[in-house]
């Protein structure tokens, strides 16, 4: 499940943020979509205290899934939207 955070303009860059959950509520990670005139793509950072990298990939086909679909809402025009960096970071500098 993905929770939207904010939307950050900056000049012609709009960065969006959504929080990963789990069923239960808990946040397990972040989700920062860029769109930009030159590009398209989402960075995926997971909490490495609160899911392993095999629990991760369910998470990162739904939202594959989610991206080619369109379903997660992007207010600019927009081609295709690559995750393109997964990463797990410490959890006192995510949260």
Do not use: C, W
Request: glycine residues 4%; without cysteine.
């Amino acid at each position: 499940m993905f929770r939207f955070i904010d939307k950050d303009i900056y000049g012609a860059d709009t960065i969006y943020t959504y929080e990963i959950l789990t069923p239960e509520y808990d946040v397990i990670g972040k989700v920062m979509i860029l769109i930009s005139p030159t590009r398209h793509d989402a960075g995926v950072v997971f909490n490495r205290n609160k899911i392993g990298p095999v629990e991760a990939y369910e998470y990162l086909e739904t939202l594959r899934e989610l991206l080619d679909a369109d379903l997660i809402q992007i207010d600019e025009p927009h081609s295709r939207i690559y995750i393109s960096e997964i990463t797990y970071e410490d959890p006192k500098y995510l949260f």
